[in-house]
């Protein structure tokens, strides 16, 4: 089975997280979202009354989407919760509190064992019209976005485009290299940039009680929020490869490390074909951030690489040239060594025997956090 992304929302108090937030649980399509705030106060909540609670401190959300405050010392617990198959989610959003240090979040995730769950990345939330003022009064500020693998340059109404350049640049500084900064307005982000988004007829025959309401709700306002998506949309540029030949794992590693900042997000799968490592690779990036996870084939399932990759300002037929370059005729040839670079970026690799390095294998150590 899949684990689940987590995803991690962070950003001073007042930056907008909870308005990113509400924008994601608004604009998920048939997407089953687990979120984990800190409190309910601020999420948009209007099925709450009619959805009830689920037990303990978690709340049934309209849509299926189920909510759950925790601090940190329960977290574990409540993403066990989460990602019990009865509740369907597909991603898990945790709003991390104004103060909290992320990095204490992400080391958590991290170093989570239990395989139904994997850390999805980390995204902070900057106010634009605060950036100064936030650095100053929180010099931690800078540690935080230095750990970001996405960044939401919140509030850009606040601002003009001088602002906006010179607040850039000086993330660019701040954050580790290549990581991409997508402007917003209201937390209007696309959801596509963290979680697949799955059309309601996807989840159409299983649909429970809250997800007709939602369903229900979202035909109310329909014109608005489809324009609206559109809109939201219309800011990036997705292109897809297929391929039925192998990708040497070498030349794939060093497309992806030198992606272009403007490349947020990359998901689907891809097949390397060296001996010892046939499996599916499900590749997930969000922002600089990267993963894969070997996954069998399914029984007759054609072996072939298929990706999606959604970015702003990005030069799709120069992607697909250098993706095409990354073909390889005679997998069968690839040597084990050939698939370190893929393997470093493995949570729980699917043969422990044919590790590398047990401790690179394992994925990033906690203490670099
Ligand atoms: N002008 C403007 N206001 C915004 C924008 N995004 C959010 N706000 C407002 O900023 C305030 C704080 O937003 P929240 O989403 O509550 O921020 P938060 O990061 O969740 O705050 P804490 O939970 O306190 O950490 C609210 O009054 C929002 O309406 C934006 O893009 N522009």
Redesign the pocket.
Known sequence: MNSIPVVVLA??????????LNHLLGNRGGTRIGVVVNDFG?IEVDAMAVAGQVGDSMVSLGGGCLCCAVDGSELDAYLEKLADPVHRIDVIVI?A??LAEPQEMVRMLVANENPAVRYGGMVH?VDAAEFDATRTRHPETDRHLAVADLVVL?????IDAAERTRIEAALAALCAPGIPVVG????RIDPELLFDRRPWTETRGQLSFEDLLAQAHDHDGDHDGDDHADHVHAAYESTEFVSDQALGPRRFIEFLDRRPAGLYRIKGSVYFGVPGHEERYEIHAVGRFLRFAPHPWGRGESRRTQLVLIGSGTDGPALLRELESCREPEPWRGTPESMWGVLRYVDRPAEPASDPDPAEAAGPDPDDF
């Open positions: 950003g001073f108090l007042g930056s907008g997280k909870t308005t990113v601020s709003e509190s104004g939330v919140n509030k850009t109404d606040r917003a307005d209201h937390g």
